[in-house]
């Protein structure tokens, strides 16, 4: 499975983006899917996550209410919309992805990953 980001950029504090990425499989709404992060000098860090289905979402605290994970099945796509962009958002992005993950917060649990998207949040 090979997973392509795209969509990231620089933007002002207070902006917004949406990060896409599309992979490479007929099966994959058979995919828990989830955009992970790594800013400079740490760790990677999750960020959202959604079900196959797309029925169930998954945030870290630090994102919720300001980003949006979906996804559309029948684009093999799944999408992170981020609003109310903060400095400490910045980082390169991953998606991610996994046949049933048992934890969908924790980023080792997922077998696929894409090559990341950079988002920068200028002050």
């Given amino acids: 499975v090979q997973l392509q980001a795209s969509g990231g950029g620089v933007v002002q504090t207070g902006g917004s983006l949406r990060l896409s990425c599309a ?16 800013a400079p000098g740490k760790e990677r860090e999750f960020v959202a996550a959604i079900h196959r289905t797309g029925g169930n979402t998954y945030y870290a605290d630090s994102v919720k209410d300001r980003f949006t994970i ?54």
């Fill in 23 to 38: 992979a490479s499989t007929r099966t994959f709404s058979s995919y828990e899917m989830a955009w992970i992060r790594r």
């Fill in 70 to 123: 979906s996804r559309d099945n029948a684009k093999n796509t799944v999408y992170l919309q981020m609003s109310s962009l903060k400095p400490e958002d910045t980082g390169v992005y991953y998606c991610a992805g996994r046949n049933n993950v048992v934890s969908p917060r924790a980023p080792e649990n997922y077998q696929y990953w894409g090559q990341g998207t950079q988002v920068t949040v200028s002050s």
